[in-house]
């Protein structure tokens, strides 16, 4: 009974392991369509590309393309689904280097997956008020980073001594030979687990960065924010991102956020400018008023508001001062609008007559 039991175990892990619908998460009756859709999503989620030193996810890369490569191919597909995985072919069944499979699928040059990849890019907000924003600015700014160790030059090694990997004799990855039942073999390229993929042993570690080849460590830049420059503008740095010997630099991403406060009562919608105004019932019954207000022109730093005698203004009324809004970006000449709305402060009695 408990022999039964054991076989019946071994048969069903055999058989898990070669249930290609199960590896891509597709029906039984999936059309070629998701059988694509699903090998396309996950080969790239277990690229070991995006997923350096991990065995398992390299592993299920593998795994993934093994399974497209026969559900993939109607005519392997048909004697897959009738004899299951002994029904392919002979005991010498290779499968196809999952990495010229994915390159195959996703287009571009075969060897890819062995250059450098682009690292990834790294987004940072910056703030700056309105008046900023009005008449440009220049700033500069320190930002923590991932930096190639200077002391090692990015080696990781101490005495600058790396040496080769015994294991995979320098290229990082080892072909393994997994059994399935029934005597059959496949032959798989993995990472290799000595050295993580980089085919380098290193003896003597750099202190500064314990071996790691990279430090986080400060790195300055200026920006230039250009007047009337939109709000959430992303500068792009080109090759500021975090740095690995494993990798081309990404950029650095740096979107200007506009501060909340400091705008000195204006808002603004694109190239035009909003804001509020209060006038007395008096001001607003009989004119005959002038006033300055405060504006964020470094330069023209006032705008005067005024009506003449008998000029009546209503409650919530917007006036339009043409070309008194934002600067626009690629015409610095030309600027958006003002518009001031006014509202009017009701006394809580009439003494007087107004
Ligand atoms: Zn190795
Ligand atoms: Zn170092």
Not at 156 to 179: E, I, L, N, Y
């Amino acid at each position: 009974m408990k022999i039964w039991l054991v076989l019946l175990l071994v048969f069903a892990t055999v058989f898990a392991e070669t249930d290609y619908y199960k590896v891509l998460g597709v029906a039984k009756n999936a059309d070629e369509k998701d059988i694509k859709k699903a090998y396309r999503s996950l080969s790239k989620k277990f690229h070991p590309d995006k997923n350096p030193g991990d065995d398992e996810a390299a592993q299920k890369f593998i795994q993934v393309g093994e399974a497209y490569d026969v559900l993939g191919d109607p005519e392997k597909r048909q004697r897959y689904d009738r004899f299951g995985a002994e029904g392919l072919d002979s005991r010498q069944e290779q499968f196809h280097d999952p990495f010229d499979m994915f390159q195959q699928f996703f287009g571009g040059g075969g060897q890819q997956h062995r250059g450098k990849p682009k690292g990834k890019s790294s987004l940072l907000h910056l703030e700056f008020s309105l008046q900023d924003f009005y008449n440009g600015a220049s700033n500069d700014f320190r930002i923590e980073m991932q930096n190639i160790c200077e002391t090692c030059s990015g080696s990781g090694s101490q005495d600058g001594k790396v040496h080769q990997c015994d294991t995979c004799k320098g290229h990082g990855r080892v072909v393994q030979t997994r059994q399935f039942g029934g005597g059959m073999q496949q032959r798989f390229e993995t990472i290799c687990p000595k050295c993580s993929g980089t085919g380098n042993l290193i003896t003597h570690k750099c202190k500064k960065c314990q071996g790691n080849r990279v430090v986080r460590g400060p790195r300055i830049h200026n920006v230039h924010l250009g007047a009337g420059t939109s709000r959430n503008h992303v500068e792009i740095l080109e090759g500021q991102g975090d740095q690995s010997p494993d990798w081309i630099a990404g950029d650095l991403q740096i979107m200007f956020k506009e501060k909340a406060e400091g705008n000195m009562g204006y808002r603004r919608i694109g190239n035009n400018l909003y804001r509020d105004e209060a006038l007395t019932l008096k001001e607003a019954l009989h004119g005959g008023w002038e006033r300055q207000i405060a504006f964020l022109d470094k330069i023209e730093n006032t705008i005067t508001l005024s009506k003449k005698k008998g000029e009546v203004v209503v409650d919530g009324q917007v006036d339009t001062i043409k070309g008194r809004g934002m600067p626009l970006h690629d015409h610095y000449d030309e600027h958006g609008d003002l518009f001031i709305k006014y509202h009017i402060i009701y006394p809580q009695q009439i003494r007087d007559e107004l």
